[in-house]
């Protein structure tokens, strides 16, 4: 398997802002219920940042501060923390940065702060949910809302019937736990749930979302990514929809092109300008063969042989 990408946060960061009622709706309905979504939610990412200046470099984390208002008329806020890696810290650590960022909330806006953690890591026992002490008679106690993602792993039946978005979310999340040494199995689930979009009759925009979310998390070694776009594009004709494939990175001929090119740039060496001239050139079904044919070529005129007359075009310049 490739090694994960290194901002690992971007999508989750991304999903949170277009669909933070549907993760609250699913993980959190309890609260859900009392927040009134039709005046919308604000999110208040540089507000938060003075806040949490201090905090860790890397890509384990990533937080949210996000206003909303209450059924009651009130407004609060929701502090919202994912964390990644359990491993770079431990409880103690991580209970008290919760509650330091809580009552770092409350002092500047002076109304509830829900605090609440996402845990999508993949150790079951890692449960941190309180940060407390005691001294003298002095004690303080500050429980945080939190949510495992690995307490789904049996709820998958239910997460596939969902008409909640974010469900597909907590499913892409779960298929990359469990496919970190099994790339065919990665590749099974990244088609299936890529599949799962266009069943649920949502619209383009929020199909575009997901697919950005379920391309990032099920990162797929070259030659099978080449063979995942190959599925879905053959899956998009016969259903004669688009919405995926006409989107930059499956269907945007650019991004083919530039695969193509650092494909046979790291094997092959320089690109003679008549070939190219050929890439440019080429449509999406040969694009599609060239890709898949440096996997195995064992010279760069072996790539374009399946299409005689191009190859000799090619070499015509």
Known sequence: MPAQRADFDTPWKNIFDSHFQDFMEICHPTVAREIDWSKGYELLD??????????ESGNSRVDKLIKVSRRDSQEALVYFHVEIQAQKQTKAVFQKRMFVYHYRLFDRYQMP????????????????????????????????????????????????????????????????????????????SKFFLTRRLYDKGWDKADIIKLYRFIDWILELPEPLEVEYNKQVNDFE?????????????????????????????????????NYQKCIAQGND???????????????????????????KSCEQG
């Open 46 to 55: 540089k507000e938060l940042s003075a806040i949490t200046k201090d905090a």
């Open 237 to 273: 004709q016969e259903k004669k929809m688009e919405y995926i494939s006409s989107y930059e990175r499956m269907c945007m001929k650019e991004g083919r092109i530039s695969a193509l090119q650092h494909q046979l740039q790291r094997k092959f060496g320089a690109i003679p300008a």
């Open 113 to 188: 702060i829900v605090s609440l953690a996402l845990l999508i890591d993949d150790q079951p026992k890692w449960r941190p949910s309180a940060y407390e002490y005691a001294l003298w008679g002095c004690k303080l106690q500050f429980n945080f809302v939190t949510v495992k993602l690995l307490d789904y792993k049996d709820k998958e039946e239910e997460l596939f019937a969902s008409t909640n978005p974010f469900a597909l979310v907590l499913l892409a999340h779960l298929a990359y736990l469990k496919t970190k040494k099994d790339a065919q199995e990665r590749l099974f």
């Open 285 to 311: 079904e040969e694009l599609f063969t060239w890709l898949e044919n440096v996997i195995f070529a064992g010279n760069i005129k072996e790539v374009f042989e399946e299409q005689p007359s191009t190859i």
